[in-house]
């Protein structure tokens, strides 16, 4: 099918959240209340940290203030993919930490299986399938590149199966694979719009006081609570959690380490038995193949087609807008790839099309820090991985407010901090020749050019 033809009926609007079945709005904050930690954001984030906050302490008093709706970012916008890795990646990780990796990797496995036993327990349906994820190769610098870490993976306890053509292929039918990776107990597929109004519901049932369209204006600290001024009222505590993301933070000096990076996806109408079998894709993986300038790609419940990526796009000056949340450019390249990729499917149309902001940060995974004497914590700079890891880093927010030294807050990722980024309109040049020469890249065998070099020495490291 002609890719615009293929687009032409899709809805502009994220696929997870066109859902009949979502909640409805709670209240937004009309008074002054006092509370004993007030969670900032109501993404997963700081759902996750208001939800462990109650069941460490269930007298605290916890109140959730959130901009909009739960999940209406980020949360409800990505690709449902719940990995275990908390450093984007072993590789990202062995670069940056190497000396406490086995740690992370662990610490990473037990995260993703306690996601698993606590969705059980509350009786959270969000869709959760541990399938692991497929990483395929579709030239051989990228092949190479997948089989150069296997040993250490396995030897850090992950159950990696390596393929190759054939038996990808036999996987999940594409004419362009040449190989691949199974990841088998690290990642599960999940509908995110539904594990969001999930955790809300678990978070109400405990007794988290949630407000939404309450955002947050100001924060002042009178060195004894810290006040939350909104719109309509204020809330004072001892203590606050913000998980906002990339929106504008209320710690200035956040602004130095995270930039705003949109991404794109696209939704297929439901796949009948026929087409599907095309495919194969018998054991439901999700899928990411290993360009820089990567797509990402899986099955939902009713056996339609998630495809996103490719296109990392920074608006120079790093504004957040709605309408970034659609670009034409990247809905055509994305629906010519996905042909490329199936060309079996050749008469699929796709039903939805939408975007949404990152929050990115240069070592490629979340960083966290206090500030206010320790009465304020923070994670932030997820980097398009924060489905699985916003739970971990909403631990470490907690242990860090409680003051008590733990295993999680005497790593070196927690206490480290990312170079930060240079101001504008410095950052919007160096960002846009680095998206540049990450193109080159695969455009040449993988080959990285002297400033992707340099980045790699600096530390920075950036490859997708």
Not at 29 to 44: E, K, W, Y
Not at 136 to 153: K, N, S
Request: proline share 5%; with cysteine; net charge negative.
């Amino acid at each position: 099918m002609d890719p615009l033809k293929a687009l032409a009926d899709a809805e502009r609007k994220p696929y997870w959240l066109d859902n009949p079945a979502g909640p409805e709005p709670l209240r937004r904050l009309f008074d002054t209340t006092s509370a004993d930690l007030v969670v900032v954001g109501g993404g997963f984030s700081g759902l996750w940290t208001a939800l462990m906050a109650k069941e460490r302490d269930p007298s605290l008093d916890v109140v959730l203030l959130e901009g909009r709706r739960i999940g209406w970012a980020a949360s409800g916008r990505n690709g449902g993919f719940c990995t275990a890795t908390l450093t984007h990646g072993l590789a990202n990780g062995l670069d940056r930490w190497p000396e406490e990796i086995a740690t992370l990797e662990r610490l990473g496995r037990e995260n993703l299986d306690e996601i698993e036993t606590t969705l059980q327990r509350y009786g959270v349906e969000c869709g959760f399938e541990r399938t692991g994820e497929l990483h395929v190769a579709t030239e051989q610098w990228q092949l190479d590149a997948l089989t150069e870490h296997v040993d250490i993976a396995r030897e850090l306890g992950q159950d990696l199966v390596v393929l190759d053509g054939p038996q990808v292929r036999a996987e999940v039918d594409s004419p362009t694979y040449v190989g691949g990776q199974w990841d088998r107990g690290g990642c599960a597929m999940l509908d995110p719009a539904r594990l969001a109004w999930g955790l809300r519901e678990v978070c109400l049932s405990l007794g988290v006081r949630i407000y939404e369209h309450t955002p947050v204006r100001s924060l002042r600290d009178d060195g004894v609570v810290i006040e939350l001024r909104t719109p309509h009222g204020a809330v004072r505590a001892a203590k606050v959690a913000l998980g906002t993301g990339v929106f504008p933070p209320l710690l200035r000096r956040l602004r130095h380490f995270v930039v705003p990076v949109y991404d794109y996806a696209l939704m297929t109408e439901p796949l009948t038995a026929a087409r599907l079998a095309r495919v194969g894709w018998r054991n439901r993986q999700g899928i990411g193949d290993s360009a820089h300038q990567f797509h990402y790609y899986r099955l939902t419940e009713d056996n339609r087609i998630l495809w996103g990526g490719y296109d990392a796009v920074y608006y120079n000056g790093g504004a957040i807008r709605r309408e970034y949340d659609q670009r034409d450019e990247t809905f055509t390249t994305l629906s010519e790839h996905f042909f490329s990729t199936f060309p079996q499917l050749d008469d699929i149309r796709f039903t939805h099309r939408w975007g949404g902001v990152i929050d990115t940060c240069s070592r490629f995974s979340a960083f966290y820090g206090t500030a206010h004497e320790g009465r304020l914590a923070y994670a932030v700079g997820y980097t398009g991985m924060g489905v699985g890891p916003t739970r971990f880093g909403a631990n470490v927010m907690l242990d860090l407010l409680s003051g008590e030294p733990t295993e999680r807050t005497a790593l070196q990722m927690v206490r480290g901090k990312p170079i930060p980024f240079p101001p504008e309109p410095v950052r919007s040049g160096v960002i846009q020749f680095t998206r540049w020469s990450i193109a080159q890249a695969d455009a040449h065998s993988g080959r990285r050019n002297l400033w992707l070099r340099t980045l790699d020495r600096l530390g920075l490291g950036f490859d997708s």
